[in-house]
């Protein structure tokens, strides 16, 4: 259900990563994160796009700029995944009328045994318009850093690694769809 909408050998994503062709490493997942986080601004009304579709039209929520990083990155041959946890909005900002808790997704990558993970959810304007921060000062960079005033935006109340081929993989996969 994922492959359907990380569309890894479409034109459009894989003409995209020669932009990053002269990069390697850390670097080039660094440049990509930042890509993703920055220039594809976040929606929090968009509907399950494609990959291809989130880079075209430069925007997506939650899941779409995910699915876009994780993307990019399994083109790049990074060893990544795409995570879950299931969060409490302290902020009400996010917070759904008939929920408590919603799913946010994220990526962690393995990089010769260090684990980063990468929340590419909140573009620059958005934090600054909803004065929301990342109290982050490394290369990791994950929902459980952001505050709003002087609390966090986020409590976590359980986290997820989805995994390929398994039957946790088809019940998150069905969460990212539908939630």
Known sequence: ???????????????????????????????????????????????????SETLVMGRGNNKDKTLLLYTLLKVCDFDCTVCCAEVKDNSEIFIRRDKKSFYWFYIKVNYFGRNVELDCSFDKEYLRVTSIKNTEQNDNY????YLI??????????????????????SICTMLCAN
């Open 1 to 51: 259900m994922m492959d359907e909408y990380c569309d890894f050998n479409n034109e459009t994503i894989i003409n995209f990563l020669s932009e990053f062709s002269n990069d390697y490493g850390l670097t080039k997942i660094k440049k990509i994160y930042l890509f993703v986080k920055n220039k594809i601004e976040y929606d929090t009304f968009g509907s399950m796009e494609k990959s």
């Open 142 to 145: 994950f929902i459980e850093n």
């Open 149 to 170: 005033g002087n609390k966090k935006l986020f409590d976590i109340i359980n986290k997820n690694v989805m995994k390929k081929n398994d039957e946790e993989n088809e």
